[in-house]
């Protein structure tokens, strides 16, 4: 096993009875009974997924479980998704089940978002008899193979006493240093066979030791930088809310008075009202932030891993800058960016040290004559640059809705702790720029591996998570098509999520790149149109589907918005209906754009405020 993940806290095995643990007794069970038994004692309450041949033995004994409820999801992809975002929405492990062959195949893409994601998952799915393996059995497929590179850890098994044991390991693994997908594959002979069963197991994972506790002397020289720097950024990312260390981020920020960034990973970490939030970086990053990251003469970088999409063209990101580099995971220190000041360990206690350091720091050099000053003249900088260019979209002339004010105004209508879970193009990144997140853990997003199809079902599972709290799904047109099924399992389990679809008849994101960078020309971006269109002109006409009747089939509330003055009454509406799930069409204009982009494989010093429009920072700037 190699660690390769953020630290969320290990679950705690659930008390037996009378809130004290239960001295380990020892019963006869099927494998599949031992299966239902760990995951309740682990303290799983919820499994995404749908049964299948492999895997069947499993389902019986979970239907006199009353600790664990199954979701029947349309399609193993809904279910992985869904338990990605009941773990985003609750910092709890997700489950998925499916079967063998092309139930856990279709379990991958959700894998691999929670692998680049750093999401705490367990995938539990059934394998043909030990025997079969390896003989191309009916439904046969090695996962454990096909997953090696996209799980932290993985196991096959085919004794059913190591049952206990492997899901008490993957649950441990998934959820400690940084978190991310196990894959528990079990034959399905072993799940049939009578075992021995005792709980705690004793758990062995030789060679998985994640480091949390920072180095002293790493935190010092850390303090010293920040307290020398004159141009410091705070580079925020998702491991400081996999730690659980927005507060302590927050006492660091205010102590040192660094501008901060979050990316897209890392939003919610510090509060988007804040006046020293810059915003999100990155190639549609705001241009503040982009900015300062250029301009730094230093970089903290927490939870964070300098990807590409962060750092746009890497030899000419940040040129000004030292690093201190902290993160759960030693492999990432270093792999992008060189680091001055490596740090491994645990975002919040990393935070913490830090804090307690930086503070000795400023009273030694208080002591010296030298108070710090706030960054005083950093910041008329960055204040310049945010009032100079802030975030701002202009209304269609034909009247007609613009994309990011439907988003804005979906955000300023919802109630205070609304959780949004977005797909992934325009919309996702007019989502991340135009509602306010003040809260961890309301966002949520397939960041990494950009996977369209993940906001319904992601919605789905962050609201059997958070149930009280309500729940949207911000999702284009293209991306609702992949997943929309999982509309029938929310209607049928009273899971009302709200689903708004930016609709403007196309590919939104690939179609701006071909306005950009393809002379216009449009090349299968064009959704409701058949083969005999144009190509250039979406066509609102010819909606194929129809979203509102195809939601009314499905058991959902089915709305359409078409004109700004419908707008607030409409979300109103949405925001009023809560006992069953409701989808909005939002026809929205097909040519607005992602501003601020920083265009692929370019420096980050050529930031494009809007079409055509590159700040200019002057000359006394670097």
């Not at 066979?193 to 790493?218: C, E, I, L, M, N």
């Amino acid at each position: 096993m190699t660690e390769q993940a953020t630290g969320a806290p290990k679950p705690q095995p659930r008390a037996r009875s009378g809130g004290h643990q239960q001295p380990a007794t020892v019963e006869q069970m099927t494998g599949a009974q031992s299966l239902i038994r760990s995951l309740e004692e682990v303290g799983a309450d919820t499994v995404f997924g749908i049964p299948g041949g492999s895997i069947l033995p499993a389902y019986d004994p979970m239907m006199d479980s009353t600790a664990v409820r199954h979701v029947l999801v349309r399609h193993e992809q809904g279910a992985g998704h869904a338990a990605t975002g009941y773990a985003q929405a609750t910092g709890r492990v997700g489950v998925c089940m499916a079967t063998s062959g092309p139930g856990a195949t279709n379990l991958v893409t959700p894998i691999a978002d929670a692998h680049m994601d750093s999401v705490p998952l367990v995938a539990i799915t059934g394998q043909v008899a030990s025997q079969a393996i390896g003989t191309d059995a009916f439904q046969e497929a090695d996962i454990c193979g096909i997953t090696m590179p996209i799980t932290k850890h993985n196991f096959l098994v085919t004794d059913p006493a190591e049952i206990p044991r492997t899901i008490a390991e993957a649950f441990h693994i998934a959820s400690t240093g940084r978190p991310g997908p196990v894959l528990v594959d079990i034959a399905k002979d072993a799940l049939q066979a009578t075992t021995s069963f005792s709980w705690p197991p004793q758990q062995d994972t030789p060679g998985y030791r994640p480091v949390t506790k920072p180095h002293a002397k790493q935190i010092r020289e850390a303090a010293k930088l920040i307290a020398a720097a004159e141009r410091p950024v705070l580079y925020v990312g998702g491991g400081v809310l996999k730690a659980r260390a927005t507060g302590e981020l927050k006492v660091l920020a205010e102590l040192t008075h660094a501008p901060v960034t979050t990316t897209l990973m890392g939003i919610g970490a510090f509060p988007d009202s804040h006046p020293q939030h810059l915003g999100m970086p990155g190639m549609h990053g705001t241009v503040a932030a982009v900015t300062a990251l250029q301009k730094a003469d230093l970089i903290v970088a927490l939870g964070s891993r300098f990807d590409d999409r962060v750092t746009g063209k890497l030899d000419s990101f940040a040129p000004y800058a030292k690093v201190v580099h902290a993160d759960i995971d030693p492999a990432e220190i270093g792999k992008n960016r060189a680091a001055d000041v490596p740090i491994v360990g645990d975002a919040r206690e990393v935070i913490a040290d830090l804090v307690v350091a930086v503070q000795a720091e400023y009273e030694s050099r208080r002591a010296d004559g030298a108070a710090p000053d706030g960054y005083r003249d950093w910041w008329t900088q960055l204040d310049r640059w945010r009032e100079t260019y802030p975030l701002g979209y202009d209304l269609p002339d034909d009247g007609s809705l613009s994309p990011q004010q439907v988003i804005e105004r979906i955000g300023q209508l919802a109630p205070a702790d609304t959780v949004y879970a977005a797909g992934v193009g325009q919309h996702q990144m007019w989502a991340a720029h135009y509602i306010r997140y003040e809260r961890p853990a309301t966002w949520l997003n397939s960041g990494g591996l950009g996977t369209m199809g993940y906001a319904v079902p992601a919605a789905l599972g962050a609201k059997v998570g958070v149930p009280d709290r309500t729940v949207w799904a911000i999702d284009g047109d293209g991306c609702f098509q992949m997943t929309n099924q999982e509309l029938v399992t929310a209607a049928l389990n009273n899971i009302p999520i709200k689903v708004g679809i930016i609709n403007n008849g196309a590919l939104g994101m690939v179609r701006q790149w071909q306005t950009l960078f393809y002379n216009q020309r449009y090349s299968n971006t064009v959704l409701h149109a058949g083969p005999e269109a144009d190509g250039k002109t979406p066509s609102h006409g010819t909606r194929v589907p129809d979203f509102v009747k195809l939601a009314e089939a499905m058991g959902c509330v089915g709305i359409r918005c078409e004109h700004p003055d419908q707008l607030d009454a409409v979300i109103e509406k949405a925001n009023s209906i809560n006992d069953r799930p409701v989808v909005v069409d939002f026809i929205v204009h097909e040519d607005a754009m992602v501003w601020p982009m920083v265009a692929a494989g370019t420096s980050n010093d050529e930031v494009m405020a809007a079409r055509g429009v590159r700040p200019d920072f002057g000359d006394g700037d670097d």
